[in-house]
């Protein structure tokens, strides 16, 4: 949330009320981007554009085992400065290249990987390095079909597939690292230059720069824009350090799409920033930021950041992580429908880039999660729904909106506090005039196991009789300012306060001490919580109130001496990771902790959710949200989800059921409102609208299975939980650009939430010839080889939602008032038989909140349907244990090699049944169903066959509680 906003009052939103952009720089205010772009105007002007950089071949070093190799790197500008490269291949065919300069007048940062990583990646010991006049190579792959060429003079690295270049660096001559220089140096060498000592007019900057380095200019530019010194508004960065940035061009020839790079507000595909007729006059902004009022259509940078990029084309999808911490920039161009182009403009730090080969999006995931981590496990109520709002203001209203849910029989999870349950906004600290009971109120909302989130945010209020702000200094572990010795104030919720620098390892312990419920700690532990209490960090990017683009100076001082510039997009994570292990440790053995963040960078998916922060409660803001889950999903981080209702603004009820479609739909569900907005809760709702969002709510907690199942395979496979189009269906080009409508895991459930107002109809976009089902109605509709469109009804109580025929969906349908009252729940099995008349699904579950699974305490399970011979109409649907069968393509080998079948978890749930199967598509009614030689009670209602070219309602057979084991092995026989 953001602090003057509650100054306004929010009643309705004004279209011209928009996002305070003149609190954030462009590109043309940023000295390093203006630099940036300037250099590739440059080039773009100068057809005989060469990079200055290359390869010394003299001193080119391969590893004893060939695998890697480094070599000096100059630049013919300056050539009394060196570089160094280093270059190796990952066992999975992911290409490193790093480079740095050596020797410099100090250390570039060069941390960024070690937070951002999950491990330091094997090189491979297979792949092999060759050496020629020109260039260093190497094949590899199944086929020997991939290529690293490095080319020496210019630098320049291409990988290519079968003869095609996929990704090439510094093609275009962009690359360069600013080397660090003194100003004295810089005006020593301008003098240097026989510089009259009357009668030259000085002021011509340009003549001077040009004679000291008289190669520099045609490359660098005239002037020293913004080297030293950079004002915006009233604030004015000293950056000590100089010039520092990094540029470099990364393209892609032969992809058409470029997704990721979150977070921006914009389409999943990146529309361009660059060239005739581009979309954005910015390049892609990364720099974390508490952004006000965001615009719904914008490259400016929001909360979080994730430099991994992906291109794709029908028969190629290739990765770019640039690992680096500090604000980035990133101009998008498409010099024809099959080629984009891209220029990365950092203001700091060492070059690391991962090119990751593909060359399927699922071959990307899997790239990307090794080097990052997949997203966590979460806890099973996780993906249940929360309800937050600015502010529950007491124990009592805690306790009266928990009853109206309850009274109202509306599904909820989790109940959430903002920052007023906190005296003085001292996090931690109940104020115990409206929680005089926080423990009881608690355990009243753990009833029925049902879990709370309280807020704790980074900035800590500076007063001795907050022993969290005490202990932090007594530890010295507050972050600086530049002289790197004084403690940094600013201003936040708490007024005047300090940062505790996490990238300090002598505040971890300390910052998980603080959430024991027993201790023992460092000192001051947290008494007045529970187990169940789990943890918001807001406005960690960090936001504050009172600095530049309402974040921290850059020239703040970290652990290690590194400036706040180098490492700024990391920053938030740190706080995540730790209050995240905090929460887990408190348990023992440790349980799941949920922590939700606002600011990211890649790899936060190892340690909880994210949302899309502050949004707006308009129809814009809604669709936006939408993609912008997408595109965390597609960058590694599937735990997201957009504030139900708008942050700001007082929805109108067909607006805020829609949006309860849209959150029902996304990985994380919560509504959430700010302080000035009206109460709106479910429960407040007139009919219709209440009973449509109890039904969204119940169809949410229903699919439970669903999305669980989703995640597991996330947690192992690196696959996202939401899959656009082209992650599902790669091959087909008339969904690259589709980001309304999607797929959830590997379901075959197909959603396009409604994000408009008035609709009564959706288009939905079918992929391939191949039968889809209406999830509600059973319509059947027929899809094309290269894409049809569909119309589907879509009237307010409707969400466009179709099951892909082939798909076997388990789902749970008994209304609860939360999930884990769900637990012995028996299973409905929806059976949507493909076109050939096949199906296949599948079922994870476990304990939903401990690390047993871990030790094989879990089912995995496969349901199929397949016809009983070629020709014969019926079909046998059987369930088997996939866990078992140990397939050998799953990657969670430690759990699945400690499975066994008797294990504690499947033990428990023996009892659990399949209540009832629903078969979409028979060709025929039945004239047996059986399970062994019994006889299984059923109803049948003619329809359209799953074969047939038709549109109508489907056949539907139901089978009544066949006295199946969902965790057992059976089968059903249906004779037709
Ligand atoms: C963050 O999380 C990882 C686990 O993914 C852990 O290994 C690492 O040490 C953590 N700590 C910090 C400070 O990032
Ligand atoms: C589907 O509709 C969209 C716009 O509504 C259009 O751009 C697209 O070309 C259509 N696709 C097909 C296969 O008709």
């Not at 009832?916 to 299984?936: F, I, N, R, Y």
Request: charged share 25%.
């Amino acid at each position: 949330m953001w602090a003057f906003c509650s100054l306004l009052a929010l009643a309705a939103i004004p279209a011209t009320l928009a996002v305070k952009a003149h609190d954030f720089k462009t590109c043309s205010q940023a000295g390093f981007c203006r630099r940036g772009r300037a250099l590739s105007a440059r080039a773009t002007e100068n057809p005989a554009w060469r990079s200055p950089y290359s390869i010394d071949a003299s001193s080119l070093a391969l590893s004893p085992d060939q695998a890697s190799f480094t070599a000096a790197v100059k630049s013919s500008i300056y050539p009394e400065v060196n570089f160094g490269l280093d270059i190796r291949i990952h066992d999975d065919g992911v290409v490193r290249v790093r480079m740095d300069e050596v020797g410099g007048l100090r250390k570039r940062y060069d941390e960024a990987a070690s937070w951002a990583l999950l491990e330091e990646p094997k090189v491979s010991h297979s792949i092999q390095w060759t050496v020629a006049k020109d260039k260093v190579h190497a094949k590899y792959g199944a086929k020997n079909n991939f290529e690293v060429v490095v080319a020496y003079e210019p630098l320049k690295v291409t990988l290519s597939r079968n003869g095609q270049e996929q990704v090439v660096l510094n093609g275009r001559g962009l690359l360069h690292m600013e080397h660090y220089r003194t100003k004295e140096s810089v005006a020593q060498s301008k003098q240097g230059i026989a510089v009259p000592e009357e009668g030259f007019d000085t002021d011509d900057s340009q003549v001077v720069l040009e004679q000291a380095h008289p190669r520099a200019a045609w490359f660098e530019g005239e002037t020293e824009d913004g080297w030293w010194e950079e004002t915006f508004n009233s604030f004015t960065d000293p950056k000590p350090r100089g010039p520092e940035s990094l540029s470099l061009d990364i393209d892609f020839p032969n992809h058409g799409h470029v997704y990721g790079i979150p977070q921006h507000a914009t389409r999943l595909s990146l529309p361009t920033t660059t060239g005739e007729g581009a979309y954005y006059s910015d390049p892609y902004r990364l720099y974390n930021a508490d952004v006000f009022e965001y615009l719904a259509d914008s490259t400016m940078s929001l909360y979080g950041s994730i430099p991994f990029m992906q291109a794709h084309s029908a028969d190629s999808t290739v990765g770019i992580f640039n690992v680096i911490g500090s604000e980035t920039w990133i101009d998008v161009g498409r010099p024809t429908l099959k080629a984009t182009t891209t220029h990365w403009i950092s203001e700091t730090g060492i070059l690391d880039v991962f090119i990751l080969p593909g060359p399927t999006p699922a071959d990307v995931f899997a790239q990307y999660t090794r080097l990052t981590g997949t997203p966590a496990l979460p806890a099973h109520w996780a993906l249940g729904y929360h309800q937050c709002r600015w502010n529950y203001i007491s124990s009592e209203d805690v306790r009266s909106v928990q009853q109206r849910f309850d009274e109202e029989d509306i599904p909820v999870d989790v109940f959430w506090l903002d920052i007023e349950y906190a005296e003085d906004h001292k996090y931690f600290m109940w104020d115990h005039k409206l929680f005089p009971d926080p423990v009881d109120m608690i355990k009243d909302v753990e009833a029925i196991e049902r879990k709370m989130v309280v807020i704790v945010d980074p900035h800590l209020k500076r007063t001795n009789d907050y022993p969290v702000y005490k202990e932090a200094t007594e530890l010295d572990v507050l972050v600086k300012v530049k002289d790197g010795k004084t403690d940094y104030e600013g201003w936040c919720w708490s007024g005047s306060s300090a940062w505790v620098d996490f990238f300090n390892p002598k505040s971890w312990d300390w910052w998980k001490g603080l959430f024991k419920i027993n201790g023992p700690s460092y000192g001051w532990h947290w008494t007045e919580s529970t187990e169940n209490t789990h943890i918001w960090n807001d406005m960690n990017e960090p936001s504050i109130f009172n600095g530049p683009e309402i974040s921290m100076p850059r020239e703040n001082i970290h652990y290690g001496g590194w400036e706040h510039r180098d490492l700024h997009n990391i920053n938030g994570m740190l706080f995540h990771n730790l209050t995240s292990q905090a929460v887990m440790e408190r348990s023992n053995p440790p349980k799941r902790p949920f922590v939700l963040t606002r600011s990211f960078y890649a790899g936060s998916q190892r340690f909880g959710a994210m949302w899309t922060g502050d949004n707006l409660g308009t129809w814009e803001h809604m669709g936006v949200g939408v993609k912008m889950v997408l595109a965390n999903n597609i960058a590694g981080f599937s735990f997201a989800g957009s504030d139900v209702g708008g942050f700001f603004g007082n929805p109108e009820p067909e607006m805020l059921v829609r949006w309860y479609g849209v959150g029902a739909f996304a990985p994380f569900f919560r509504a959430h409102a700010h302080i000035d907005t009206k109460r709106r809760e479910p429960y407040l709702l007139d009919e219709p609208y209440k009973s449509i969002v109890r039904d969204i709510l119940r169809l949410r907690y229903s699919m439970l299975p669903v999305w669980y199942t989703a995640f597991r395979e996330a947690s192992v496979t690196g696959l996202p939980v939401l899959r656009p189009h082209y992650v599902a269906m790669p091959h087909d080009e008339g969904g690259f650009a589709i980001d309304d409508q999607y797929f959830i895991g590997s379901s075959g459930l197909l959603v396009k939430p409604v994000t408009h107002k008035s609709v009564t109809e959706e288009t939905v976009y079918l992929p391939e010839d191949q039968v889809y089902y209406d999830y509600f109605s059973h319509q059947a509709y027929r899809g094309a080889a290269k894409g049809k469109n569909v119309t589907v009804p879509a009237e307010l109580h409707q969400i466009p939602l179709l099951i892909r025929g082939g798909s076997i969906v388990p789902t749970r349908e008994r209304p609860r008032r939360s999930s884990p009252l769900m637990k012995r729940d028996p299973f409905t099995l929806r059976v949507a038989l493909d076109k050939d008349g096949n199906a296949r699904g599948e079922l994870y579950l476990d304990d939903g909140e401990t690390y047993s699974h871990r030790e094989g305490n879990f089912i995995w399970r496969e349901f199929a349907a397949q016809k009983l011979t070629k020709k014969s109409k019926g079909v046998r649907i059987s369930s088997r244990n996939l866990a078992a069968q140990k397939p050998a393509e799953a990657v969670d080998h430690v759990a699945l090699a400690k499975y066994d079948d008797g294990n504690d978890f499947a033990k428990s749930i023996a009892g659990v049944r399949v209540e009832k199967l629903v078969v979409l598509g028979l060709p025929a009614k039945p004239t047996s169903v059986s399970a062994g030689d019994k006889e299984l009670q059923w109803t049948y209602t003619p329809g359209i066959s799953a074969s047939e070219k038709k549109e109508g309602t489907a056949s539907v057979l139901v089978i009544k509680d066949p006295k199946l084991s969902i965790s057992g092995d059976w089968d059903i026989v249906v004779q037709v």
